[in-house]
């Protein structure tokens, strides 16, 4: 399909190479990394080595081509490896040794895949809710889903299923996944050709200008998100063909690597660019890059470390241009040292500047209007009161089903104990959503800060002085981190952040060697835990940060300038907000309260452990949005995010009394989140 510009003559080739420069430059680097790969090889890259090397790719590049259908429309899909895992463990449970066993499973695999991405495309495309915080509930719904299927490795896949995926197309010759990974291409070739193909990138481009042209946004937007899904299943089913057994959190693991094939394959974040070849290179690229780590006998601990540098490195690449955020943050410094030069900047003598303005810009002639302090109060109050209300039905039925509930004290201590964690971070997490961002890399910096602590005090109390600040310290420069990448390099604070937490777990890996040492200081075990006093000690401290989190949003220059870049970026450029800086102390508060948070379940189990702040990342999101923030940022109120706490946690412990399992209670969490966001959203979205 022919294209003109815009004075109706043909694209130059200059023009038309800049279109696919990314996927040349992802092409010319696989080249260069498999020359040096079999350099490295003792004889050269033998057959073998290819066909494992096409073999092992297989899964993560089908998995990308998934979502780069999705990222080509703007949107992002975090519940890829979660379908994988369930892909796996169903048909490990499921798939019996023979052919017709093999063939209706694995087209159900597929199935289970376009039903899982049906259910993120209704909510998505049809109630028009944000695809981050979708695909994150629906991840952890699908992950519920997977333990009620299989809660441990185990099962079987069929040999047959291994011959037919992971075997030789031709003997010695051409390798099954490179033949299904061109039928794959063939398919997207001819997808891309159509109408539909057509509107993918049109909506990727501009969806409101793809709406104007009589494009069916919602339709296409939900279709996607199914062909994604059947990608994941596909992707799934392989995995078992190259395991041959089942594994609930196999497909954990490669979240992070998809979005690094198709970032490294030259799709651009955000939409409109790109496609499934170089998406399909990038995950090879990524499998070189494994190999030569093994053949250089570098620690697999690294692997996270240097996925997530992929990432970012390969963000940042693709967003050099003279229209960057980088290019501006550039531009805008010449402007001041030019200011600087002349005398013109504030203090020098000379008419100051309230403002220094690029060029193409203009000042505001007078201060935007915010709403009055009443009626930001009532909106506050009208979102957060659901929160409330909630709570105290489920205590009245905590009270009918479990009992010592509604009148007793203890009830109330523990429920604010186990509260004390999600009441920290919903302060760091909370501040970073007001400003329309996201932080994911919550997890790894509440293990990494916990593993810090509890491997250096190791049970004393002496070096908890200089310990617990400097762990603090560590979570604060976490923050920093993130706010650079986002502020001054315009990396997608999705992006940002969940490589950020790729490399924190491979820097905790490498601190504990894979096994966390050392033990929580009795002081920090007595801060707690003690239940000798009317209340445990960590109450009073969380009834105190409660009120200084509420000043610091409602009370100070900070809380404002954060709900001010919520209403927008430019908006709060325009009326005098250093948007920059903003950023940068948001993130920072996000990773103090993570690190406090980490050290204070250190304190709670009384060490710490691996994977300690996974089931945080979710919860950290999900109280937010329950307590009435506007998941896009602008909205809300830390006293809304505190009802939104007390009701998860008081849900938790109802559900913790029953005999539900874990697996439902995660899938119920789940749905809880899904619904507050449906219930909570904005008229006109």
Request: aromatic share 8%; hydrophobic share 50%; with cysteine.
């Given at each position: 399909m022919s294209s003109v510009t815009a004075s109706g003559s043909m694209p130059s080739r200059g023009l038309r190479i800049g279109r696919h420069r990314g996927v040349i430059v992802a092409i010319v680097v696989f080249a260069i990394l498999m020359s040096i790969n079999g350099l490295m090889s003792n004889g050269g890259l033998s057959y073998f080595d290819i066909s494992s090397l096409a073999t092992g790719g297989a899964p993560l590049a089908i998995a990308a081509t998934g979502q780069s259908l999705v990222i080509l429309t703007g949107g992002f899909d975090l519940s890829s490896g979660a379908v994988i895992s369930l892909v796996?463990?169903?048909?490990?449970?499921?798939?019996?040794?023979?052919?017709?066993?093999?063939?209706?499973?694995?087209?159900?695999?597929v199935g289970v895949g376009m039903a899982t991405g049906a259910f993120n495309g209704i909510f998505i495309a049809f109630l028009r809710l944000q695809p981050i915080v979708v695909t994150l509930a629906t991840m952890f719904i699908v992950q519920g889903v997977t333990l009620l299927v299989m809660d441990k490795p185990g099962g079987m896949i069929p040999a047959g299923l291994s011959s037919a995926l992971a075997q030789d197309a031709v003997p010695n010759i051409i390798p099954m996944a490179l033949v299904l990974l061109a039928i794959l291409m063939l398919l997207w070739l001819w997808l891309k050709s159509t109408r539909f193909g057509t509107a993918v990138y049109a909506i990727g481009s501009d969806m409101e200008a793809a709406r104007a042209r009589?494009?069916?946004?919602?339709?296409?937007?939900?279709?996607?998100?199914?062909?994604?899904?059947?990608?994941?299943?596909?992707?799934?089913?392989?995995?078992?063909?190259?395991?041959?057994?089942?594994?609930?959190?196999?497909?954990?693991?490669?979240?992070?690597?998809?979005?690094?094939?198709?970032?490294?394959?030259?799709?651009?974040?955000?939409?409109?660019?790109?496609?499934?070849?170089?998406?399909?290179?990038g995950a090879y690229i990524l499998m070189v890059v494994v190999n030569i780590l093994l053949v250089l006998n570098v620690s697999a601990y690294f692997s996270t470390i240097v996925e997530g540098c992929i990432l970012i490195l390969a963000v940042l690449a693709s967003a050099i241009s003279r229209h960057s955020i980088l290019a501006r943050h550039i531009r805008r410094s010449f402007v001041r040292f030019n200011a600087w030069r002349n005398g013109m900047l504030p203090n020098q003598g000379a008419r100051p500047l309230q403002r220094l303005i690029l060029p193409g810009t203009e000042a505001p002639a007078r201060a935007i209007p915010m709403p009055s302090i009443f009626k930001r109060r009532a909106e506050a109050i009208r979102y957060a009161m659901p929160a409330y209300v909630c709570f105290v039905i489920v205590l009245v039925a905590t009270e009918y089903y479990i009992g010592n509930a509604l009148f007793h004290w203890g009830y109330y201590n523990s429920v604010l104990v186990l509260s004390s964690f999600l009441l920290v971070l919903a302060l760091g997490q909370g501040t970073v959503i007001l400003t329309g961002g996201l932080d994911l890399s919550v997890p790894w910096t509440i293990g990494l800060c916990g593993i810090l602590?509890?491997?250096?005090?190791?049970?004393?109390?002496?070096?908890?002085?200089?310990?617990?600040?400097?762990?603090?310290?560590?979570?604060?420069?976490?923050?920093?981190?993130?706010?650079?990448?986002?502020?001054?390099?315009?990396?997608?604070?999705?992006?940002?952040?969940?490589?950020?937490?790729?490399?924190?777990?491979?820097?905790?890996?490498?601190?504990?060697?894979?096994?966390?040492?050392?033990?929580?200081?009795?002081?920090?075990?007595?801060?707690?835990?003690?239940?000798?006093?009317?209340?445990?000690?960590?109450?009073?401290?969380?009834?105190?940060?409660?009120?200084?989190?509420?000043?610091?949003?409602?009370?100070?220059?900070?809380?404002?300038?954060?709900?001010?870049?919520?209403n927008g970026e430019r908006v709060a450029a325009l009326s005098g907000i250093n948007v920059d800086r903003t950023i940068m102390l948001v993130y920072a508060l996000s990773g103090f309260c993570s690190a406090l948070v980490?050290?204070?379940?250190?304190?709670?189990?009384?060490?710490?452990?691996?994977?300690?702040?996974?089931?945080?990342?979710?919860?950290?999101?999900?109280?937010?949005?329950?307590?009435?923030?506007?998941?896009?940022?602008?909205?809300?109120?830390?006293?809304?995010?505190?009802?939104?706490?007390?009701?998860?946690?008081?849900?938790?412990?109802l559900l913790a009394g029953t005999t539900l399992p874990y697996a439902t209670r995660v899938i119920i969490f789940g749905l809880v989140v899904l619904a507050a966001v449906v219930a909570l959203r904005e008229k006109h979205s």
């Open positions: 796996n463990a169903v048909l490990a449970t499921q798939m019996q040794d023979n052919p017709a066993s093999i063939v209706t499973w694995a087209l159900l695999g009589g494009i069916r946004v919602p339709w296409v937007q939900f279709m996607v998100y199914v062909l994604a899904g059947g990608c994941y299943g596909f992707s799934g089913v392989f995995v078992s063909a190259q395991t041959g057994a089942g594994d609930p959190l196999v497909g954990n693991s490669m979240l992070l690597q998809i979005f690094g094939a198709v970032v490294v394959g030259g799709t651009r974040l955000g939409g409109g660019r790109g496609g499934v070849l170089g998406s399909m290179v602590l509890a491997g250096m005090v190791n049970g004393h109390n002496g070096p908890l002085i200089y310990v617990l600040p400097l762990v603090l310290l560590v979570g604060c420069l976490v923050g920093v981190a993130n706010g650079i990448g986002i502020a001054i390099f315009g990396i997608s604070p999705i992006v940002m952040t969940l490589a950020m937490n790729g490399i924190l777990q491979g820097l905790a890996l490498l601190y504990c060697q894979g096994t966390p040492g050392g033990f929580s200081a009795p002081l920090m075990r007595w801060f707690m835990t003690d239940k000798t006093g009317v209340v445990t000690p960590v109450v009073i401290f969380i009834v105190l940060f409660v009120a200084a989190a509420v000043v610091l949003h409602k009370r100070t220059p900070f809380g404002r300038r954060v709900y001010g870049l919520g980490g050290s204070m379940l250190t304190g709670f189990s009384g060490q710490a452990s691996l994977g300690m702040g996974d089931d945080y990342m979710l919860p950290s999101i999900a109280v937010v949005v329950v307590g009435g923030t506007l998941i896009t940022g602008g909205r809300g109120s830390y006293l809304g995010m505190v009802g939104g706490v007390l009701l998860l946690t008081a849900l938790q412990t």
